[in-house]
Each structure stands twice: as structure tokens, then as C-alpha cells.
């Protein structure tokens, strides 16, 4: 860093012009939600259309938890994706890996909607989704932590938290938009529906993706990258990921169990729950993704309002009222899933998918981005979010579907699966510091491993 570094950051230009940071938002919301409208729309259609075009020749429940492997391939690979395209985002930049994850994403998601069937191709069928799913997982893996930190690392520090939810607003955006195109396909006749209407919302993918390249081209690179890369020697050197495991193993250890829980609650409520849902015959599906439709809009609420907390009281106080709630809610809304009513259906989805998730995912950008330097930010946030993706929520409908035969067809078990996911996220936000009083070139200047405390950005930080 240059010694103008010594003042503070948001006097220094660091931080974007109000028109560049509304081009910013924007492309991190809506490339992001390009992304997970693709893998999440996955996720929908393993559970009410996979299991009987790919997998049609096992039981019901047998191929529903095959289809649900499937999607675990995809969280699998997420890491991956976070390793590749992190250690390429701390050495190139952040906005050149952003176009082409988004590319990755689009091209695969679109080739989902063409393959073949297993009745027409045999086992080549079900390899070929397996593929493209894991093509999926690693272009997301490297998709958020790109999108989250060119919010972050051109807000100020008064805004940090909410400029940094945008990229998980995407999530829900994109699962909208998704599961209500989706929807809509379910109203064809049952045969219509399997043969070619679950394709359309895949074909999609290839409209959506343009649209993501040309808002994305259009953005700049984040200034404090800019100036660290400034050294192109230096920066060729490095080896991202290596520095990460090497200097900074307690911060990503951090980020993997705090982001557990609410990786967790998407993989149940977004996931499973749909399956449930249709497996009990009383909703249709049409009537379970309208559901899921609503609750991804009072998700992306939510999320605002926890990030606009978070900024006022800190990442880890937002957090871990986010967990605790979770644990409390955790039975309550497998009550209401097994009701088996619209309105039991809604409730479910309402406290777990949007209160749940909105307080445990809306301040986890700016609380991750907080725990690394610029210099190995993006492998950070990239690795640690996506590992925890993938612990969270990549295994989580099949273990669910599992737990839910070895209960008798109870849901305790799934509780108590969701209660133990949220008390470890709740010890590691326990055992962390909150660093969002600091600005953008202190988190560089400060070390991580300092003593656990609980400083909300409104007190003042000692100088580093």
C-alpha cells in the first residue's frame, strides 16, 4: 500500500461515486440472481421432476433421494469453484472472473434443458445432468464471492453491510423468478410437464445470461484491488489460496461455521421442504411453488433489513440473534410442514426460508469480507462461503429425506439436524470479533487473531 493508505479510506477515494455504486448493486443483484436462478431452479426440479424422468425406473423414495445426490454434486463442486475462481479473482480481478462464471453458469444451465431422458438414452441420461451439475456448482463457487465483494470493497464502512447483501438478494431474486416460471410449467398436464415443460425455465437460461454479461461489462473494477495490483511483479507471484491457508486458517475456519446455518436453512426449507410438500399429495405443485415464490420475496426483506441491523449493531450481535432464533423456530416449523395444509405450508417457509435465513445470510457477506485482507479476500469469502455451502446444504434434502424414514415419517430428527447445524454457527459467531468499524485499508493493517470482543461499528476502534 502507498502511504496515503495512513488516512482514512473513505476521505481517500476509495469508495465509489453514489451513480458508480448504483451500477454496482445492480449487476451484483442481478448477476447473482442469474446464477441461482439456475442452481436453484435445480433444486425445484430434483425434487418433483428428476426423480421421474432421470431416475423412473426406482420406488418413489428411492428415486427421490438419488435425485437429491445429484444435487449434492453440485454443492460438492462449489468449493472448487471458490478455490479456481477466487485465486484467479485475487491475482486478475474480481469483475473479469464475474463474466465468466456467469457464461460458465448459463451455458450449462441452457444444456440442462436439452438432454435426453433415461427412457430414451439409458444410464447416459443421468451422467450427463450429473456433469452439467457439477459444471453448475463450480461456476457458482466462484460467482458470489466476486459479485458480494465489488459491493463491498467499494462501499463505505457506514454502509458496508447493506451494499454486501446485495449479492445474497440475488439468491432469493433468482429462486423467485425461477420457481414462479417453474409454476407456471406445472399447470400443463402431467405428461406435457415431464416431457417438455421443465425445460423451458432451463432454455431460459440463455436469455438470462446475456442480459447478466451486458449489465456486468458495464461495471468497474473495485479501486483498492486496483491499487494493490498495482505492483504486476508482486502480484504474479502470489499464490492466493496458499497465503490463505498459511496466514489466515483461523478466519477461514470462521467463515465455514458461520456460514453453516444459513447454508443449512436453504438447503431444508428451499429444498426439501418443496419435496415434502408435493410427497404429501395435499398441495399440488403448482400451489407449493407459488408458496416458495412468496417466501423468496419476504426472504429478500428480510435480508434487508438484517444487513441495514447489521450496519448499526454489528454483523455478529445480527448473527447470532439469527441463530439463536433458528434454534428456537427449528420444531415449530416442522410442526407446521407436517400439517400438511397451504397455510402450515406458508407459515413453514415465511419463519424457516425468509426470517431465518434472511438473519443468518444478510449480514454473512460484510462479516466475511471483514475477516481477510484485499490481498486474499476473494479466495476467502470464496472458499469459506462455498465449503459451508456445501457442508450446510449440499447433503441436507437427501439426509432429511433420510432422517424423515428413520423417524417413521416423523420430522423431530430433521429438527434436531437444524437445531445442531445453528449451535455450531452460534459458537464460532461466539468465539469472533466484529471488525465492521474498521475501514477498507484497516482490515489490511490489522491482524485477525486479535481477542475475542464485540464491537458494533458505532464505537470507536483503537488505531492500527
Known sequence: MSQSTSTSPDSSGYHASPAE????????????????YDFILYATAAGIVFNQVFFNDLDATTALIVSFATL??????RPLGGLVFGHLGDRYGRKTILVGTVLLMGISSTLIGLLPTSDQVGILAPILLVTLRVVQGVAVGGE??????????????????????????????????GTLILSAMTALPDDDFLTWGWRIPFLLSAVFM????????????????????????KSRRRVPAAELVREHPRSLL????????????????????????VQQAV??????????????????????IASKLSDRLGRRRVLIAGNAVAMVL??????????????????AIFLGLSVVQGFNSGPYGAFAGELFPTSVRYSGTSIGYQLASTLGAGFTPMIASTLVVLGGGSLWLVGVLWMSFSAISLAALVASRDRGGLDIVQLDQSVVSTPTTDESPSRKHAEV
Open 330 to 347: 427449528a420444531m415449530p416449523v416442522m410442526m407446521l410442514l407436517d400439517m400438511g395444509s397451504t397455510v402450515g405450508f406458508f407459515l
Open 21 to 36: 455504486m448504483r451500477r454496482i448493486l445492480f449487476s451484483s443483484a442481478i448477476g447473482t440472481a442469474v446464477e441461482y
Open 254 to 277: 470462521t467463515a465455514v461455521l458461520v456460514g453453516l446455518s444459513g447454508q443449512m436453512t436453504q438447503g431444508l426449507m428451499g429444498a426439501w421442504a418443496v419435496a415434502f410438500a
Open 144 to 177: 458470489w464471492g466476486g459479485a458480494m465483494l465489488l459491493a463491498f470493497e467499494n462501499s463505505t464502512k457506514e454502509s458496508r453491510g447493506f451494499a454486501s447483501a446485495f449479492a445474497y438478494m440475488g439468491a432469493p431474486i433468482g429462486t423467485v423468478t
Open 283 to 304: 398441495l399440488s405443485a403448482t400451489e407449493v411453488l407459488n408458496v416458495k415464490a412468496l417466501g423468496g420475496v419476504c426472504t429478500v426483506v428480510m435480508i434487508v
Open 210 to 233: 446475456t442480459l447478466a454479461l451486458f449489465i456486468r461489462m458495464r461495471v468497474s473494477e473495485s479501486r483498492v484491488f486496483k491499487e494493490l495490483s498495482a505492483s504486476a511483479e
Open 72 to 77: 449434492a454434486a453440485g454443492y460438492v463442486a
